[in-house]
């Protein structure tokens, strides 16, 4: 029986310097940009196959995913793919549909009060089906706790929440997040299609951005 702590994430100390850059190939635009590899890419892909492998274990026949754009989209298609990748090779194959959501609630590295979902706001497509959602960070969790609210009130008939990075800040929401990839320290982080003012998507590792990066991307 898998151990359920298991779900809760590969820790990652506050003390963690992260890898050099010279140990692998970033692109040449961020020279400078970028402290350290934090993550590498093959890391995560381990990680999200076996986040897919629980919630092969924990969901029935269908399953609406969720993915919140703009961060969520590369975690979101790793998943799914290796969701589907897992179904053919096994007798329960779970059918997917991915739906999107889009939400605004940083400027710069700094997470806002407010939560704007933009876009269509209407989720009834939702109401009675076994949904996850997926969702690159989670920090103090006030973003995902008010997507929580709006997804209730369309009545599914259940949710559980996949969190690539769940960060350790005060009052973190640890409880909010049902698959965690990585825990990390409160350090901002970009790649994998995380971004800061919409540079870095394109990383294939998450990395920890240098100060310089910080002030030459700064709005």
């Known amino acids: 029986m898998e151990n359920a702590g298991m779900k809760r994430g590969i820790v990652i100390e506050d003390d963690w310097p992260g890898f050099s850059l010279d140990l692998f190939t970033s692109p040449e635009h961020y020279h400078g940009d970028i402290h350290s590899v934090y993550i590498p890419h093959g890391v995560i892909m381990d990680r999200v196959e076996r986040l897919a ?4 274990q924990d969901f029935g026949s269908g399953l609406t995913v ?9 975690f979101c298609a790793d998943l799914v793919e290796f969701i589907e990748v897992l179904g053919r090779n096994s007798n329960k194959y779970l059918e997917t549909r991915v739906e999107f959501i889009r939400l605004k609630s940083y400027l710069n590295d700094q997470s806002t009060e407010e939560l704007h979902i933009i876009g269509s706001r209407d ?10 959602i997926v969702e690159a960070i989670v920090d103090t969790g006030k973003t995902m706790k008010a997507l929580l609210k709006h997804v209730e009130t369309f009545q599914p008939q259940m949710v559980k929440v996949a969190g690539l990075l ?3 800040v005060p009052n973190m ?6 698959y965690v990839g990585f ?4 350090r901002f982080v970009v790649g994998y299609a995380l971004d800061y003012n ?10 920890v951005i240098s100060e310089t990066g910080k002030l030459k991307y700064k709005v």
């Open 166 to 168: 769940v960060k350790r």
């Open 123 to 132: 989720l009834s497509f939702l109401r009675g089906k076994s949904v996850l």
């Open 198 to 207: 919409e540079y870095f998507r394109d990383l294939n590792h998450i990395c």
């Open 173 to 178: 929401a640890e409880n909010l997040t049902d």
């Open 53 to 56: 492998r629980y919630v092969m």
């Open 66 to 74: 969720l993915c919140v754009l703009k961060g969520g989209y590369k």
């Open 183 to 186: 825990e990390i320290p409160n």
